[in-house]
């Protein structure tokens, strides 16, 4: 007799790269017959949420794994604007070049981005349109990335005023809201357990991953890496993360999931995604100590 999967309303915070940490949780997550239903996201939670909700989080899963810290400067393209120091076009193109866009209407799953309407002192839900749209507006970090224009109002990343976006779930008709925090208190030591390793890459796999890294390759070569020192926005974000890390407990005591899983705040830097594959497991283990398995 099969058992009948638990449905997920799955809230995904901000936090940079160790939102790289909510690959682990969902993979966890779907190979302990639970079925995630509905996603709510802000920034990378968004990103990642976004992702899977497409299917395509095993394709990203091998290409944000496979990069490093010279393959992520290389994607970078500087604005030097007043308002924020990379445009952000050049990732956002990748990942559609890699993945492909759809219409968030069109997804198998209700899916929901959170982004900052910062004049109006407002999160905005982006529920419809372009899936990679909805991203990169939800994903702009306030210096780091420009700022996106939707229907004539300036959005920013939705962390800002949503760190943890549980209410767009309130509706929804499953069996429980797991919320993923990455916010959770600094841990002097985290410990990290490699996750159980999936099957060895067929040779369409190996494929992919070669044209993932010819990709990256192929901006490398066509434009010069930006020399760029990033201690500033380090620091910036540093207390950004503090003031995320309030708001999401603010949040959950007002609104409590069912299940919350946390990601110690000083797990990895906000950019550095050259640690995906710890990150990934660091998720998985945590998904494994805060949720029954069944």
């Known amino acids: 007799m099969v058992n009948k999967k638990t449905t997920v309303s799955l809230v995904l915070g901000s936090g940079g790269a160790r939102g790289l ?19 709510s996201g802000s920034s990378i939670g968004a990103l990642i949420g976004g992702i899977y909700a ?8 091998k ?4 990069i490093n810290r010279m393959d992520i400067i290389s994607l970078l393209d500087i604005a030097w604007k007043s308002n924020g120091f990379v445009r952000g076009d ?5 990942l559609v070049e890699l993945l492909g866009d759809q219409l968030i209407e069109d997804l198998p799953l209700s899916f929901t981005a959170v982004a900052s309407d910062i ?7 982006i529920n419809s349109g372009s899936l990679f749209d909805a991203i990169r507006a939800s994903i702009s970090m306030p210096l780091f990335f420009t700022p996106v224009i939707r229907n004539g109002v300036t959005l920013i990343d939705g962390s800002v005023l949503n760190p ?8 929804d008709q499953t069996d429980m809201i797991i919320a993923v925090n990455l916010g959770g208190r600094i841990q002097k030591e985290i410990s990290v357990q490699k996750s159980p390793k999936k099957d060895p890459p067929e040779a369409g796999d190996i494929s992919i991953h070669n044209k993932i890294l010819a990709f990256i390759d192929s901006f490398r070569n066509s434009h010069p890496i930006p020399s760029t020192d990033l201690g500033a926005f380090e620091i910036v974000n540093q207390a950004l993360d503090a003031m ?7 949040k959950l005591a007002s609104y409590p999931a069912d299940y919350t899983i ?17 990150m990934i497991d660091l998720g998985y283990q945590q998904a494994a100590f805060y949720l029954p398995s069944k």
């Not at 940490?21 to 996603?39: F, M, R, T």
């Not at 290409?63 to 496979?66: E, L, P, T």
């Not at 995320?244 to 603010?250: C, L, V």
């Not at 946390?262 to 710890?278: K, T």
């Open 119 to 125: 004049k109006n002192e407002k999160e905005v839900w």
């Open 21 to 39: 940490a909510h690959i682990g949780v969902i993979n966890w997550l779907v190979e302990n017959n639970y079925q995630i239903k509905s996603i």
């Open 54 to 61: 497409s299917g395509n989080l095993d394709k990203y899963e």
């Open 63 to 66: 290409w944000v794994c496979a």
């Open 244 to 250: 995320q890390s309030t708001i999401a407990r603010q």
């Open 90 to 94: 050049k990732i956002i193109n990748t």
């Open 164 to 171: 943890m976006p549980i209410a767009p779930t309130f509706s």
């Open 262 to 278: 946390e990601i110690a705040r000083n797990a990895c830097g906000v950019l550095e995604f050259d640690r995906a594959q710890e």
